[in-house]
Structure formats: C-alpha cells, structure tokens
C-alpha cells in the first residue's frame, strides 16, 4: 500500500525529519504553526531552529494553512509536542475524520496519564481510524537516511496495522505492524522517564554498571507497568520498548538524558529546561506514570527515584542508596522471599 498525500503537522524536528524521510515515497505537505515559520522555511529549505543540517526536498509543499493541508491527505501524521496534540486533533476532526490519524508524540494524556489513544477516540469518534508510530528513531537519523525500524498500531485490525506499516515503509525506514495499541504509547511514554535516570547516572560520574543495571530493573518494572494495562510482554522486548529504551538511555544526544545530566550537576530543572531549547517529554511522564501507578497498585521504585529528583526531594545520591538498601528480593516477578 502507498500513501499518496501525507500531511504532517508539526514543524519540529521529528516533523521535518519524517517529511525528509517519506518525501521518497508520497507527497509530503508539512504543516507550520505561523505563516512566517513557514515561509522561512519555504525560502531557505532548512528547519534552523529544529533540523538545521537537514535540507528539506524541494518536493515538500511547506504549509500554515491547516483545511488546504488536509484537503487531499489520505494519511495525517501528528509531530507536536503531547501538549499540543489534544488541540491539534481537535482542528483536525473540525475539518476531516475521514482519514487515518497516526502520531509519533511520545506522551500521555496531559492529567490522567492514559494513552493518547484515550483523546483520540473521544475527539474522532470510534469509527475513525488512528494509532501511534514509535521506536528508536531519532530526527538526525531518520532525515539523514540512516536504516531505522520503527512500529506502528492502530485502533483497527491487525490487517489496517499491516497496510499503514506498507504505506509508510521506504528503502531507509522499515515499519513493523504491531497490535498492541495501549502497550505501543506505554513504552514511548516510560523510556523517556529512564532516559532521565541514564543521564543522572552518567552525570554524577557513576560508570557501566550502573547504567546496565537500572536499564534492566527499567524493564522489570516497565513489564509491571505494562501488565496492569492488559499489554503484551513482547512489546516491550521489541522495537517501542527494549529497542527505545536503549536508544534514548544510551545517547548524550537525547533531550532527557540532558535533563539528567542537568539535575545531577545540581541545576534546578526550571534552568536545565530552559537551556534545553526543547521539550522533554519525561518530565511530565515521570509525575503521570507515578500517579497512575499508585492507582494501580504497581511498585516503581526507578521511576520515584525519578520524580524524587525532578522535584529536589532527594539527591541522585540519596536516591542511589535507597534504592539499593530495599529489601532483597527474588529477580524473577511474583518471587518476593526475603533473605533472612
């Protein structure tokens, strides 16, 4: 299946880099905030604020205005922040419902901490078809062409998964169809958290063993997470879990692991923010995740530890030691023997 005409709104980096990337295949229109971000854009074929080694194919129509964007779309990719997608899906039902919303933010609903699929049945309605795209796939790599495998679900049939995945597939991006709505969000959303936790880690000097082990408790406790939302444990060992989880943890490049690498130095996180020029999508993530967890019932001590730092409760340091004097237990989940 080949999409003919994508819109992608959101001129960011993930933005521009997904209309770079699809431009081979389909007609890309790529969506701006503001005529003048889009005319600058339009003149020079470079994102300087977000992408700036990246030039955009003079086959990508730069746009502003939204209704002439979605007029002749078959397929909409949303690229904003998670605190803008609400309001960009709801332009988008005003307009048209008729075709397939895929987004690639990395998030949860803003105050109750559900999967963005949640919105986005109550915006669109049921019978729309919407999902999300999400893997280890950084903006640099996926506009410079390097091989990368991503995942997509939707809210339909293994069968629409299948077709969106072909559709969106070229000789540089290789697209999985993966069933697993809820636990697709779930592990775009938890690895940013662990990302903050990889770059305390790195900078408060602490060294591979470290990092090797919280990125496997992340997992353990991520599967917990994941199995009081009903999804599957082969989600997370794929390419939106294990396969983001090592990509966002193991690059000085990731927006949250500079969040850490901030907060470890002692940087109150209104400045490690604010130097940031981006948004980190852990920070917010962190505070849900916890919430929701408490609500569940599931035990995550990273992601407090997480939270503990963002809020100046405790110190990376003091973290590091309560996390390692609880109480002994059993590796394998539902073995809880204490050693005597």
């Excluded at 007609?27 to 003149?43: G, H, N, P």
């Excluded at 669109?124 to 091989?147: I, K, M, Q, R, T």
């Excluded at 990125?215 to 199995?227: D, G, Q």
């Excluded at 992601?303 to 340091?317: F, H, S, Y």
Aim: charged share 20%; net charge positive.
């Amino acid at each position: 299946m080949t999409f003919r005409n994508i819109t992608i709104l959101g001129g960011g980096a993930m933005g521009t880099a997904l209309a770079i990337n699809l431009a081979k295949k389909s007609q890309i229109t790529l969506v701006f905030r503001s005529e003048e971000d889009a005319a600058k854009v339009r003149e020079g074929r470079i994102n300087q604020r977000y992408l700036p080694k990246a030039v955009i194919p003079d086959e990508v129509r730069i746009e502003s205005d939204l209704a002439a964007a979605l007029a002749g779309a078959d397929l909409v990719l949303i690229a904003t922040p998670v605190s803008a997608f609400g309001e960009m899906l709801g332009q988008v039902a005003r307009i048209r419902t008729d075709i397939p919303v895929i987004w690639g933010c990395k998030g949860l609903c803003p105050v109750s901490g559900e999967p963005l699929s949640v919105a986005a049945e109550r915006i669109l309605g049921p019978e729309a078809c919407f999902g999300v795209l999400s893997g280890p796939s950084f903006a640099e790599g996926l506009a410079a062409n390097d091989p990368t495998a991503v995942v997509v679900s939707t809210n339909k049939d293994h069968r629409t998964d299948l077709r969106v995945a072909s559709g969106l597939s070229n000789r540089t991006l290789r697209v999985y169809a993966n069933s697993d709505l809820v636990g697709v969000q779930i592990c775009g959303a938890i690895k940013n958290v662990y990302a903050i936790a990889a770059g305390v880690i790195d900078g408060c000097g602490w060294r591979e063993n470290t990092r090797a082990a919280m990125i496997t408790r992340a997992v353990a406790e991520a599967r917990r997470y994941l199995k009081a939302h009903r999804s599957k444990r082969s989600t997370l060992m794929g390419l939106s879990g294990f396969g983001d989880i090592y990509l966002t943890c193991g690059s000085r490049t990731s927006r949250n692991y500079q969040v850490g690498i901030g907060l470890a130095a002692g940087t109150p996180l209104e400045t490690v923010l604010g130097n940031l020029g981006h948004v980190a999508e852990g920070v917010n993530a962190a505070r849900l995740i916890l919430k929701r967890a408490a609500l569940l019932g599931v035990e995550m001590p990273l992601v407090e530890a997480v939270n503990d730092i963002l809020d100046g409760r405790k110190t990376p340091q003091e973290c590091a030691t309560a996390l390692m004097t609880r109480e002994i237990k059993h590796e394998k989940a539902g073995l809880k023997q204490s050693v005597a």
